[in-house]
């Protein structure tokens, strides 16, 4: 059974820093890319990024309204993904989701299994 | 960024009913569409992958369909769980972005 915990969520002051983890289970996390996506209260969901691979280099992409200020990593052996937020804005408060990605050739690559989210409140 | 424009917001039906949402892009996107329900407090659940694909496990009661800059997810005949809010994501291009959601909910 595939499993995502997401964790590291709380209470910063704007400008602050907080790194949330997410810990993978069941499937072979070293073979999948990973993405953050985020949702305030309230509202809609936002993709944050993504990170490959090791067979792709790792390398990321991330939604504008967070490049330059998150840093998304992982670390196979211990089948986890991190997401590094610096710069904390009060539009940055959302609940964190992980999730998994399923890239196909034919189909493109798409979420296919979520964390229960993690929850960052940004206030002084 | 690629836009997807939701419609309707908001959609009141029976149970029984069938239902449609619409989700159209602001470009073209082939096929490269999910949908994904998600009920109050709970993470999203994946639903229709590639446009028109059904996710191992979701009821054969959903079913999607669409290309380009128009795709629709059906709903036959509404069961209780089916109120939920449902959310489009185009994954195209860079960065993926979502439709703003559609709340449905028991008439």
């Known amino acids: 059974e595939v499993q995502l915990v997401e964790s590291g969520g709380g209470l910063v002051q704007p400008g602050g820093s907080l790194r949330l983890s997410c810990a993978a289970a069941?499937?072979?996390?070293?073979?999948?890319?990973m993405d953050w996506v985020r949702q305030a209260p309230g509202k809609g969901l936002e993709w944050v990024g993504r990170?490959?691979?090791?067979?792709?280099?790792?390398?990321?992409e991330y939604a504008a309204s967070v490049t330059g200020r998150f840093t998304i990593s992982r670390d196979d052996s211990r089948t986890s993904m991190y997401l590094q937020m610096n710069s904390l804005k009060s539009e940055d408060a959302a609940v964190y989701f992980c999730t998994r990605v399923r890239a196909t050739t034919y189909y493109g690559s798409y979420s296919d299994y979520w964390g229960q989210g993690t929850l960052v409140t940004v206030s002084s | 960024d690629i836009q997807l424009t939701q419609s309707p917001s908001f959609l009141s039906a029976s149970l029984g009913d069938r239902v449609t949402i619409t989700c159209r892009p602001s470009q073209g996107i082939s096929s490269y569409l999910a949908w994904y329900q998600q009920k109050p407090g709970k993470a999203p659940n994946l639903l229709i992958y590639a446009a028109s694909t059904l996710q191992s496990g979701v009821p054969s009661r959903f079913s999607g369909s669409g290309s380009g800059t128009e795709f629709t997810l059906t709903i036959t005949s509404l069961q209780p769980e089916d109120f939920a809010t449902y959310y489009c994501?185009?994954?195209?291009?860079?960065?993926?972005?979502f439709g703003q959601g559609t709340r449905l909910e028991i008439k």
């Open positions: 994501q185009q994954h195209k291009s860079y960065p993926f972005t």
């Open positions: 990170i490959r691979d090791k067979a792709h280099s790792y390398t990321t």
């Open positions: 069941g499937f072979t996390f070293s073979d999948h890319y």
